[in-house]
């Protein structure tokens, strides 16, 4: 069984920064694809950043220039550094991986974490 266990959501001011983290544990052979998605209330999951095995970003229009998405192999997580925040990027935070596990390659989640960007 594999499991994605992010961090490090919270509340902040508009313009301030915050940093998660999702770090994956279990039986993994490798992954590959990791990213980060958002959900606001009301509104459909949406991509934020993606990373893949050889380090290649992409990143939503709107946190180009403020987001950035790093990883780590040895550590199997991945981080999202989130600076200038806007209100509007209040959302719960999940993470994603494609894991190659003994029984193929799966998607897999993790639990979500609330980022509020408010005054």
């Known amino acids: 069984q594999v499991q994605l266990v992010e961090s490090g959501g919270g509340l902040v001011q508009p313009g301030g920064s915050l940093r998660l983290s999702c770090a994956a544990s279990g039986i993994i052979f490798s992954i590959y694809d990791m990213g980060w998605y958002r959900q606001a209330p009301g509104k459909q999951r949406e991509l934020v950043a993606g990373?893949?095995?050889?380090?290649?970003?992409n990143y939503a229009d709107s946190v180009k220039g403020r987001f950035t998405i790093s990883r780590d192999n040895a550590k199997k997580t991945v981080y999202l550094q989130m600076n200038s925040l806007k209100p509007e990027d209040t959302a719960v935070y999940y993470c994603?991986?494609?894991?190659?596990?003994?029984?193929?390659?799966?998607?897999?989640w993790g639990q979500g974490t609330q980022v509020t960007v408010s005054s």
């Open positions: 994603n991986a494609k894991v190659r596990t003994s029984t193929g390659v799966i998607d897999y």
């Open positions: 990373i893949t095995s050889i380090m290649r970003t």
